[in-house]
C-alpha cells in the first residue's frame, strides 16, 4: 500500500544519506580540496568581472596607507596585486623602497596576474618552491636582478603549524598588509595572532577591511551623521546573508567586528583607524570599511 511504500522510500533515503556521509568522511580530505579549487576557481573569476569596481572604491584609501610600506612586507592575500604600483619608492635609486616583499595568497588561479603586476610595478618575481608547483619552471625562466624581489607564497595564517615555510623564515616583518582579506579567513582570531607574532617590535600593520556595522557611538566614523543608515536593519542583513555571501564569494563574512577585536588585543602600543560607513547603494550599505594603522609595542 502507498504506506509501506512511503516507509520504504524513506529507508532507503536514510540508507543513501548515512552511505553519503561515510563516504564523505573516508574521503573528507579529497573532498574539502576539491570545493576549495572550485571555490577559488569561481572567485577567480568573480574578481575578473567585478574586481576593477572594488578596486576603485579601495584606490583612494590605499593611496596614504601604502605610503607607510617599508623595510621587509608581508601582505597578506593580495590577490591580483593592482596595488603594488603604490609602494613608495626610493628617492636616490628609484627602485620599490622594500628590501623584500612576500605576498602570500592562497588562490593559485591569481597567481599568474599577481605575478604579472609584481613585475610591471619594478619587482624581480620569484614563486616559493615549497608551496607552489609552478616556481620552479618560473624561477629558472625569470632569474632574480637588482630590483627588490617579491616572492609568491601559496598559504594562510589560519593554523600556527600550516604557515608556510617561507612566512616564518623570512619574519619579522617590518609591514604586514591586509586589504579585504580578514573578511575571508577560516580564524580571525588565529591570524590576528599570527600577524602580532609576525611583526618586528615596532612594526606596522596596515589594514583595508570591511566589518559588521557599529552603532553611531563609534567614535572612529567619519562623513557620517546618525540616521544616515537603518543600523539594526542593516547587521540583519549582515547577519542573514553572511552563509549565503561566505558561500559565493571564497568564504567571505559580512558580520565580523574586526576592529574591536583588534583593539580588544594586548600589545599594541597604538591603533588608529576609520570607519567609513557608504550609501551610495545596498552593496555599500552592507559593507562598511576600517582603515588604518596598529603599531606593534617596541
Known amino acids: 500500500d502507498a ?17 553519503s556521509f561515510a563516504m ?14 572550485k571555490r577559488f576557481y569561481f572567485f577567480n573569476a568573480f574578481w575578473v568581472s567585478k574586481g576593477a569596481m572594488i578596486t576603485m572604491r579601495l584606490k583612494p584609501l590605499r ?5 607607510q610600506i617599508d623595510g621587509t612586507v608581508l601582505e597578506i592575500g593580495p590577490g591580483f596585486g593592482e596595488y603594488l604600483s603604490l609602494v613608495p619608492t626610493n628617492d ?17 588561479f591569481m597567481h599568474s596576474r599577481l605575478a604579472e603586476n609584481a613585475e610591471n610595478a619594478g619587482f624581480s618575481v620569484q614563486y616559493d618552491k615549497h608551496t607552489c608547483p609552478e616556481a620552479k619552471t618560473f624561477n629558472d625562466q625569470h632569474r632574480r636582478s637588482e630590483l627588490p624581489t617579491l616572492t609568491i607564497v601559496n598559504g594562510t595564517l589560519d593554523g600556527h603549524k600550516d604557515i608556510p615555510k617561507a612566512i616564518i623564515e623570512n619574519g619579522p616583518y617590518d609591514c604586514i598588509v591586509s586589504s ?9 582570531d588565529s591570524n590576528l595572532k599570527a600577524i602580532y607574532s609576525l611583526l618586528k617590535p615596532g612594526g606596522k600593520f596596515i589594514f583595508i577591511e570591511h566589518v559588521q556595522h ?22 540583519t542583513i549582515q547577519t542573514a546573508m553572511t552563509p549565503m555571501w561566505s558561500l559565493a564569494f571564497g ?32 552593496m555599500a550599505k552592507m559593507t562598511p570599511l576600517i582603515y588604518g594603522v596598529a603599531i606593534k609595542n617596541d
Open 24 to 37: 564523505y568522511q573516508r574521503n573528507k580530505q579529497a573532498v574539502d580540496s576539491y570545493l576549495r579549487t
Open 251 to 282: 568564504y567571505c563574512r559580512l558580520d565580523r567586528p574586526t576592529g574591536k577585536l583588534l583593539e580588544a588585543m594586548p600589545g599594541w602600543s597604538k591603533i588608529e583607524y576609520k570607519t567609513l560607513r557608504q550609501t551610495v547603494n545596498p
Open 180 to 188: 579585504m582579506v580578514l573578511c575571508s579567513v577560516i580564524n580571525l
Open 3 to 19: 504506506l509501506s511504500w512511503k516507509r520504504i522510500a524513506f529507508g532507503l533515503l536514510v540508507v543513501a544519506l548515512g552511505w
Open 214 to 235: 557599529t552603532d553611531d557611538t563609534d567614535n572612529t566614523l567619519v562623513d557620517c551623521k546618525p540616521g544616515d543608515i537603518n543600523l539594526n536593519r542593516w547587521r
Open 92 to 108: 636616490k635609486t628609484g627602485l620599490r623602497n622594500v628590501s623584500r616583499y612576500l605576498a602570500m595568497e592562497p588562490n593559485m
Open 63 to 67: 593611496g596614504t596607507l601604502w605610503q
